[in-house]
Nanobody, 125 residues
Framework: QVQLVESGGGLVQVGDSLRLSCAIS????????MAWFRRAPGKEREFVAG????????YYADSLKGRFTISRDNANNMLYLQIDLLRLEDTAVYYC??????????????????WGQGTQVTVSS
């Protein structure tokens, strides 16, 4: 079993930056795929960014490239999502997710086995 706990959300203003954290515990491996998703009010959950627990490749939703950066700290079992120049439309619950398989479709939420409870990000003007 793998447990994921997000933190770092809150109320911010347009133009601010924010770093979300995901603490990972349990049995993981270098093959795990890790990702951030978000669900905005009234919308379906969408893929934001992903990377494998090992390696250097990162993957982003085409519509969100440029302001989001996914990173990890393997030594401390942490996954991060840096969000810069926050916009009103970034208001959402942000989720950390993990898939034990090395290969898959990054944006397909059904492929992820483990999920955190989410952290709320609210952007105000």
């Amino acid at each position: 079993q793998v447990q994921l706990v997000e933190s770092g959300g809150g109320l911010v203003q347009v133009g601010d930056s924010l770093r979300l954290s995901c603490a990972i515990s349990g049995r993981t491996s270098s093959e795990f795929r890790m990702a951030w998703f978000r669900r905005a009010p009234g919308k379906e959950r969408e893929f934001v960014a992903g990377r494998r627990w090992s390696g250097t490749g990162t993957y982003y939703a085409d519509s969100l490239k440029g302001r989001f950066t996914i990173s990890r700290d393997n030594a401390n079992n942490m996954l991060y999502l840096q969000i810069d120049l926050l916009r009103l439309e970034d208001t959402a619950v942000y989720y950390c997710a993990a898939d034990p398989r090395y290969a898959g479709t990054w944006h397909n939420e059904n492929e992820y086995t483990y999920w955190g409870q989410g952290t709320q990000v609210t952007v105000s003007s």
